[in-house]
């Protein structure tokens, strides 16, 4: 509508009073109108031949939205269409902000306060995080600062979102009038036509980057009236290259920050934060642990079936396991509890810490994986302090799993030899874990020395369920033999079955060890990986597991 205004003092559908022009852009205009019952509202007109034939997608997307109630979204009051000087044109009422929008801020100040821009950016992950929580999660898909409005008529300023599911159906080519200044917040699989919830993860991290920096992440190069695929094509040029660090710009921000903020806006979507609700609290938190954490996204894991074989312990621990959480009120039904905290034992090599990840990614939990070395302190409790601050996130985090592999040396048996300092650290671990279930933690432990752990651990409440894992079964070897050799330069004789009958009592690791053997002989040979190559090795390397070792595993009794 920008060749066609509506005047002052105009009505529309006999109710909406036009009292000024605030705002126009690429998608149409919108004005400050008066209610003829409800007051002040803002109304958002969007040409015909911008909507086409997506009218009906329009109507339906933007009459969902009429029901969301949210303080960081604004809201939608209307939507249908009206005529104006013979013509067709699509209208959006909603919610009046008496501010300006993020872009005409970041465009008088350059760049925002610390303070001020992480208040900004955890309303817009606090509205973000409402919408994905939706039953259908609604993305927004069009993330940028002239879409998050700030509310001056509220003490301190708060921020609001607006636009749901409207980019949805503009077409696309009218993009091109504003084309690079939406475009270059626009995630790279958004730029290939796929939005979902990440897509909005990284949309907001480059809001974050350009309010504490006033720059964009790359450097790009437009010339005057580029296409939008041209647009596009130097966009995706640009970020092949290594991302501009914020502290490049303002070294003002923390190293800790630094790091979420590059986190938002990893290229790869399994590498961002998995949420909202994730980017959020590590806004929150990113001055107060520095523990790994790994954000899972079960989309680009596999889960059990990367695990080879072994099926007999993936049932059990579907059943024992992941079933209560997954059907928490199917079970909760039969009175049956969730698991607290999940203890694996078993022979050295043969998978814990592997299995334990896989199972992790089935539950696709925020996982923080640790060992013992993590929670080293040369400070008076210092450690304790560690482990109560990673409890702390994880509660924030919640659902989430706090894995840690060779648990036993940091619960070692308390006893007359063990310092006062050890002991109380224990204590500390031990108070953490009591019924940490209920509050939305799962401890997952493993151990190749069960009976060194302190027993006041292994209680009920603590850790409930303590798994075998044995050594690799004969389909397990097979699989693991298979594994191995993909994608090597293998001979036709080749028979992994048979390997798997020739390492009965191996452990995987020396599995793993068996064929890279083999690999190198080959290599030296210039040759194929063939059958007598392998046999040759299996006959070098005797299996790390003794039978003696293996029986104690098997009859250990907690």
């Known amino acids: ?123 817009i992950c606090l509205g973000l995080q409402f919408m994905h929580e939706q039953d259908t999660p609604v993305v927004h898909r069009d993330i940028k600062p002239q879409n998050i409005l700030l509310d001056y008529n509220t003490e301190p300023i708060s921020a609001k979102i607006s636009d749901f599911g409207v980019s949805a159906v ?25 939005a979902d919830v990440a897509s909005d993860i990284f949309s907001a991290g480059i809001i974050l980057y350009e309010m504490l920096t006033g720059q964009q992440p790359w450097k790009y190069n437009f ?15 640009a970020r092949k290259n290594d991302v501009i660090s914020p502290s490049f710009y303002n070294n003002n921000i923390p190293d800790k920050l630094e790091k979420v903020i590059l986190k938002s806006i990893a290229s790869d979507k399994k590498d961002r934060f998995k949420n909202a609700k994730s980017f959020l609290n590590a806004l929150n938190n990113y001055d107060k642990i520095t523990t790994k954490v790994i954000f899972n996204n079960k989309d680009n894991n596999l889960g059990f079936k990367a695990i080879a074989g072994m099926d007999e312990l993936k049932e059990m621990l579907i059943h024992e396991v992941i079933s209560p959480i997954l059907e928490k009120e199917k079970y909760e039904k039969y009175k049956i509890t969730l698991p607290n905290g999940i203890l694996m034992y078993g022979p050295p090599g043969c998978g814990k810490t592997y299995i334990a990840k896989k199972l992790s990614e089935e539950i696709d939990f925020t996982f923080f994986e640790l060992r013992p070395s993590d929670f080293a302190s040369t400070y008076v409790h210092g450690t304790q302090e560690k482990i109560g601050k990673l409890f702390d996130r994880a509660r924030t985090e919640s659902p989430s799993i706090i894995f840690i592999d060779e648990i036993d040396a940091l619960l070692p048996k308390r006893n007359d030899k063990l310092d006062h300092h050890f002991s109380s650290e224990v204590n500390e671990f ?9 509050k939305g933690i799962l401890i997952l432990g493993t151990t190749n020395r069960p009976s060194n752990i302190d027993s006041a651990a292994l209680r009920t409440g603590r850790f409930d369920k303590k798994i075998y894992v044995p050594h690799p079964d004969s389909k397990a070897r097979t699989e693991l033999f298979n594994m191995y050799l993909e994608n090597r330069p293998v ?15 191996y452990s995987a690791s020396d599995i793993k060890e068996i064929t890279n053997i083999a690999a190198k002989i080959a290599l030296k040979n210039n040759s ?26 098997q009859e250990y009794s907690f």
């Open 170 to 194: 503009i077409d696309e080519n009218f993009k091109v009038v504003d084309g690079a200044g939406t475009l270059v917040y626009m995630s790279p699989e958004s730029l290939n036509g796929i």
């Open 430 to 438: 031990l108070t953490q874990l009591d019924n940490c279930s209920e």
């Open 528 to 553: 194929e990986i063939n059958f007598k190559i392998m046999i040759d090795s299996i006959n070098k390397l005797k299996s790390s597991l003794t039978d003696e070792m293996i029986n104690k595993y």
């Open 223 to 237: 010339e005057k009236n580029k296409n939008q695929e041209s647009m596009k094509t130097e966009i995706i040029l």
């Open 1 to 123: 509508m920008n060749s066609d205004k509506i005047k002052k003092g105009k009505i529309l559908k006999n109710i909406y009073e036009i009292d000024c022009l605030i705002g126009e852009g690429a998608f149409g205009d919108v004005y400050r109108v008066k209610h003829k019952y409800l007051g002040y509202q803002a109304l958002k007109v969007l040409k015909a031949s911008d909507i086409k034939d997506n009218f009906d997608v329009f109507l339906t997307e933007s009459k969902n939205l009429i029901n969301v109630n949210h303080k960081n979204i604004v809201r939608l009051y209307d939507s249908n269409y009206l005529k104006y000087n013979k013509s067709k044109y699509f209208y959006l009422s909603m919610e009046y902000v008496s501010g300006e929008d993020l872009s005409s801020l970041i465009k008088r100040k350059e760049r925002l306060t610390l303070e001020l821009a992480l208040k900004i950016q955890k309303e």
């Open 491 to 505: 001979s036709k004789d080749i028979n992994t079955k048979l390997f798997s009958s020739a390492t009965e009592g």
